[in-house]
């Protein structure tokens, strides 16, 4: 029993079986297939989210009663893992996409409407006045014309964030769905015992998450940063 324990190379898959496992996914296996599926939905609730918690924060931000009421309830939200409403997502839509899309929504909207508040909050009185002069009103046009390019910054370190939270509850979601997906691959591989490609899949997610976050969202942030970094 102590061999089986401490012996690494019975438990860990050695370079050369990981690299086979690339291999044969990429060229035999479904792991073209699960990349997109997962992919597919991740983008479809991170869109979600973005709306939603876009407009959960300009809500908190415009009214003090919202704010104090269910603000308060979001930053409660936020420290609960997004896996913790997997059995309701399961009772109430079943083991299929929409539980994932569900979970996945989860994780990052309230990080995006805490975000959007205090983006949104910290405009100055000054511009917003001089927006109203301008015949900008107080209705949504103050909002995607002012208000939103005003907190762009803090947007684009919320959006940036949420995408971190929404990979990570997409692949705790796909654990338990049915269908194609990373997280399937890392349940169907875990069953069968087969490290190599638990392996390759864990390396994958993390150079998906990696590229997507240096590519584009940081890349983003910094001429966000560039262009709107100096509105207090």
């Not at 876009?54 to 979001?74: K, M």
């Not at 990052?108 to 917003?128: D, E, K």
């Amino acid at each position: 029993m102590g061999y089986r324990i401490f012996n690494w190379g019975w438990k860990f898959p050695s370079p050369q079986q990981t690299f086979q496992a690339f291999y044969d996914g990429f060229t035999e296996g479904p792991l073209w297939g699960a990349i997109v599926a997962s992919l597919r939905r991740l983008l479809i609730s991170f869109a979600i989210s973005i709306a939603l918690g876009t407009t959960l924060g300009f809500l908190f931000a415009r009214y003090r009663f919202l704010d104090q009421t269910f603000g308060f309830l979001v930053v409660a939200l936020q420290t609960v893992p997004s896996i913790a409403w997997l059995p309701f997502a399961i009772i109430w839509f079943g083991l299929n996409d929409t539980a994932v899309i569900f979970i996945t929504t989860i994780g990052a909207t309230w990080t995006m409407s805490m975000a959007s508040r205090t983006g949104i909050m910290n405009i100055s009185p000054i511009h917003l006045r001089a927006a109203r002069m301008m015949g900008a009103g107080n209705g949504f046009r103050m909002f995607y014309q002012v208000m939103v390019p005003a907190a762009f910054p803090h947007l684009m370190t919320g959006i940036r964030v949420a995408w971190a939270f929404a990979w990570r509850a997409l692949v705790a979601g796909e654990l338990v769905a049915r269908g194609v997906g990373l997280g399937q691959m890392l349940q169907d591989s875990r069953d069968i015992g087969d490290t190599a490609t638990i392996l390759c899949i864990v390396i994958v997610i993390a150079i998906i998450g990696t590229l997507s976050d240096h590519l584009c969202f940081k890349r983003l942030e910094d001429r966000i940063m560039l262009r709107f970094g100096n509105i207090k």
